[in-house]
């Protein structure tokens, strides 16, 4: 069984900046790539940043291109998100994921390849 869990979450102003942890435990084996993904009130969850440890390759949503920064530990199956110039509109729940298989770049934009989901950490901000 193979868990991840969130932290770092909370309530910031518009303009600020937060950083976001994930951490797995459990059986540990190495992921194909890892992601965030977010989920606002009412809404559904969308694809927010990703790695693939092969290449260290990152990508991110164009909504948060250029704010947000993944990161993250292979060996430990560990990922960050430095999110800064945060509005209001990134509040949500936001989400990490692990894919375990080799998948296209382009898919891991998608939930369909995770295969192992946190219960997410929540972020507030505030105008």
């Known amino acids: 069984q193979v868990h991840l869990v969130e932290s770092g979450g909370g309530l910031v102003r518009a303009g600020g900046s937060l950083r976001l942890s994930c951490a797995t435990s459990?059986?540990?084996?190495?992921?194909?790539?890892m992601g965030w993904f977010r989920q606002a009130p009412g809404k559904e969850r969308e694809f927010g940043a990703g790695?693939?440890?092969?290449?260290?390759?990152?990508f991110y949503a164009d909504s948060v291109k250029g704010r947000f920064t993944i990161s993250g530990d292979n060996a430990k199956n560990t990922v960050y998100l430095q999110m800064n110039s945060l509005k209001p509109e990134d509040t949500a729940v936001y989400y990490c994921?692990?894919?375990?298989?080799?998948?296209?770049?382009?898919?891991?934009?998608?939930?369909?390849?995770?295969?192992?989901w946190g219960q997410g950490t929540q972020v507030t901000v505030s105008s």
């Open positions: 994921a692990g894919d375990r298989n080799p998948t296209p770049t382009m898919r891991l934009r998608s939930m369909m390849p995770y295969d192992y």
């Open positions: 459990g059986r540990t084996f190495s992921m194909y790539a």
């Open positions: 790695i693939r440890w092969s290449g260290e390759l990152t």
